[in-house]
C-alpha cells in the first residue's frame, strides 16, 4: 500500500513563495503519474498540477500556469511543487496523490492513493 506525506506547507505573504514536497512510499513512485490537488475551506477539490511517470509531461490549471512548477525526483520517490508569486486566491489545503497509471491527469477519478495534506496559507 502506498503512503503519501506532504510537507513544506505554511503561512505565506502574497507574492511569496513555498516549495511542498510529497514523499511516496514502496517502489510504484517511478511508474506512476503524480498529481496536486488543493481544497479551500467551503469549495470542492480542484486540481492544480500532474505530472507523467517520467516527468517529461505537465499539466497545469490555469490559475496557477506560469506560478507553480511540479517536478518529480523519482530517485527520491519525491514529487514536488514550487509555488511562487502566490495569491490570497491560493490559500487551501494541498494534497499530492499518485496515479498507478502512469500520466498526470486533471482527474481525480485517475488517482490511486491520496496524502494527507498540508495547508498553504497566503495572507494579503
Known amino acids: 500500500q502506498v503512503q503519501l506525506v506532504e510537507s513544506g506547507g505554511g503561512l505565506v505573504q502574497a507574492g511569496g513563495s513555498l516549495r511542498l514536497s510529497c514523499a511516496a512510499s514502496?517502489?510504484?513512485?517511478?511508474?506512476?503519474?503524480m498529481g496536486w490537488f488543493r481544497q479551500a475551506p467551503g469549495k470542492e477539490r480542484e486540481f492544480v498540477a500532474g505530472?507523467?511517470?517520467?516527468?517529461?509531461?505537465?499539466i497545469y490549471a490555469d490559475s496557477v500556469k506560469g506560478r507553480f512548477t511540479i517536478s518529480r525526483d523519482n530517485a527520491k520517490n519525491t514529487a514536488y511543487l514550487q509555488m511562487n508569486s502566490l495569491k490570497p486566491e491560493d490559500t487551501a489545503v494541498y494534497y499530492c496523490?499518485?496515479?498507478?497509471?502512469?500520466?498526470?491527469?486533471?482527474?481525480?477519478?485517475?488517482?490511486?492513493?491520496w496524502g494527507q495534506g498540508t495547508q498553504v496559507t497566503v495572507s494579503s
Open positions: 505530472i507523467s511517470w517520467g516527468g517529461s509531461s505537465t
Open positions: 496523490a499518485q496515479n498507478t497509471n502512469g500520466f498526470g491527469s486533471t482527474s481525480q477519478k485517475w488517482y490511486d492513493y
Open positions: 514502496g517502489r510504484t513512485f517511478g511508474s506512476s503519474g
